[in-house]
């Protein structure tokens, strides 16, 4: 491999050379900070020369005059939307000769005389062309994905930098075009090594090394350019290979909490490849993929798991038809217990499911079992399990994954329950935590989890199937207002004195004494169970006492085995 460093500037680069982001490299994602850093080093740089670092390219093969960016686009691209900015401004002002001459660094004519951006992206990005580097941009142009918002974004926080800087101060606008061609020299005098690289082979390689080593490595960037490496887009303008990268990241990116498309690569691996740590997860991957096959094989395999891994870990956000309702309310549970170690098994399942290898009630079934298990052993007694649990899940996901019909899976149902029941905790170890689980206005940490206990638990005492308990409100017997607080048993928050009630009756209970509450509660005639119902006074000891008979409830039939 042969890597030829030159120092260049800004304006020597894009005069010189068109340059075109590849298909592998990551989208564009620049925030504020990004780009107050930019703007606070260029503003309070007094030297002729900024330097930026290095950038990487490669030659095309073909056009002598294209250049690949392997290491910079953020940079470059960030610098382009800058140009574009400084453009407009100089427009506004009426200085449109020195707008066309920042215009010739952003488009400009090629040996056969034909317009092309100097900078462009493989495949092309519309809104950036439109709505930024032409000469009278479109600023309503829609956004099509996150990375044009990012675009944007970019051009908005640089823009209002320009206004209050230069635009909006009380000068004249003599002072603020020269302040705008002040900017526009510390732009184009910007120093870079170019460091250039004699092929597309080399490219692959020198960007997997750079971002392995990077701050910002992420599993996902590094996949993608091993996969493009061997699936090259045949026909000019169109990439299906790309698109359907494109498409899984962006179902999976958009997650709240710690899922992401990151995630999504490690449990899809675990699920059906031997147990790997996240840091050699990449190193695996690519122990795998070793020609255009694997690297077709792989990529449609993840198309094909996505759905389902969306499901698992969104479920709240997905279409459910009605028969699938359980299934959803199992998959929402486990969000709620915030055990990630499960997912490898919670996607072989689904995708057994949504591929039809076996039946919703098989799926129920196995989804249950997950949820009962992480109930009684990560969300109440919160066990450490460790690498063991986690290679537990590992195993069984994998034997899931190889599944071809109901039968292969039902020996898979009947390992999870054996390995299941092996570590749960006694009825002793449930009891205690169980009782102590708490939700106050002051105390809130608890809420999704509370909430989906009473559920289940009321549902188990009778009440109606038909009832609407996502719009129940926590009715507290023992009022907050003058309640105890111990954070155990007896405290006022704990399960034992807590109830979902619809919004009406939670109006007519009030704050008014538990001696009325329970009356009202009783002419309602729900069910309440055994110690509430059969009380007309309420105290402390009988809260612990509730909280005792709930988890017995909860242990021997709910969340059982």
């Not at 390219?57 to 382009?80: E, P, S, Y």
């Not at 990449?282 to 759905?307: C, R």
Request: hydrophobic fraction near 35%.
């Amino acid at each position: 491999m042969k890597a030829t460093p030159v120092s260049k500037s800004l304006s020597e680069l894009f005069k010189e050379s068109f340059i075109q982001i590849p298909r592998f490299q990551r989208p564009y994602d620049w925030n504020s900070e990004n780009i107050s850093d930019l703007w606070n080093d260029l503003m309070g740089h007094t030297e002729e020369e900024y330097f930026m670092g290095s950038i990487v390219v490669f030659r095309d093969a073909k056009d002598k005059t294209l250049l690949f960016v392997v290491d910079g686009q953020q940079r470059l691209t960030t610098i382009t939307i800058f140009l574009s900015v400084i453009r407009d401004a100089l427009d506004e002002l009426g200085a449109g000769d020195l707008a066309t001459a920042i215009q010739g660094y952003i488009q400009t004519t090629d040996d056969d005389n034909k317009q092309r951006y100097v900078i462009s992206h493989s495949p092309a990005k519309k809104l950036f062309q439109h709505g930024i580097q032409n000469r009278n941009p479109d600023l309503t142009y829609a956004a099509s994905d996150d990375e044009e918002r990012a675009f944007q974004r970019a051009r908005k926080n640089l823009k209002d930098y320009v206004e209050v800087d230069i635009l909006n101060k009380k000068i004249s606008n003599d002072d603020k075009v020269k302040a705008l061609v002040e900017l526009r020299k510390k732009l184009l005098s910007i120093q870079f090594i170019s460091v250039q690289l004699d092929n597309e082979d080399d490219a692959y390689v020198i960007f997997e090394v750079l971002n392995t080593r990077g701050k910002d490595l992420r599993v996902s960037h590094l996949l993608k350019n091993l996969l493009t490496k061997y699936l090259k887009a045949k026909v000019k303008g169109a990439d299906p290979y790309k698109d359907k990268w494109d498409k899984i990241v962006s179902q999976l990116d958009g997650l709240k909490g710690s899922y992401d498309i990151d995630s999504f690569l490690f449990h899809y691996w675990l699920a059906q490849e031997e147990s790997v740590a996240k840091a050699k997860l990449f190193k695996s991957y690519k122990e795998n993929i070793k020609n255009k096959s694997d690297a077709s094989e792989y990529l449609d395999d993840l198309a094909m798991a996505a759905p389902s891994y969306l499901k698992a870990v969104a479920p709240k956000d997905q279409n459910w038809a009605k028969e699938e309702r359980g299934l959803a309310r199992s998959l929402h549970a486990l969000t709620i217990f915030r055990v990630a170690q499960a997912m490898p098994l919670v996607l072989s399942i689904l995708r057994l499911y949504n591929e039809k290898y076996i039946k919703l009630k098989h799926a129920v079934k196995g989804i249950a079992l997950i949820e009962n298990f992480t109930f009684q052993f990560n969300a109440v007694t919160q066990s450490r399990g460790g690498g063991g649990i986690s290679n537990m899940y590992a195993r069984l996901a994998q034997d899931a994954w190889e599944c071809e019909d109901a039968t292969d899976f039902q020996q898979v149902l009947d390992t999870m329950k054996e390995k299941f029941e092996d570590r749960l905790p006694s009825l002793e170890e449930f009891t205690l935590p169980f009782s102590q689980l708490i939700y106050r206005n002051d105390f809130t940490r608890n809420k999704d989890l509370i909430r989906y206990v009473l559920e289940k638990v009321q549902r188990a005492q009778g009440w109606k199937d038909t009832y609407d308990f996502e719009n129940f409100t926590v009715e507290h017997i023992i009022n907050q207002s003058d309640g105890k607080r111990t954070e155990e048993s007896d405290d006022c928050g704990a399960i034992g004195n807590l109830l979902l009630v619809p919004e009406t009756l939670n109006e007519k209970l009030g704050v008014k004494p538990t001696t009325e509450k329970i009356s009202i509660l009783k002419a309602e005639k729900v069910p309440l169970g055994e110690n509430l119902g059969n009380s007309d006074k309420w105290t402390y000891k009988r809260i612990s006492a509730r909280g005792g008979e709930l988890a017995e409830l909860g242990y021997t039939k709910i969340w059982n085995i």
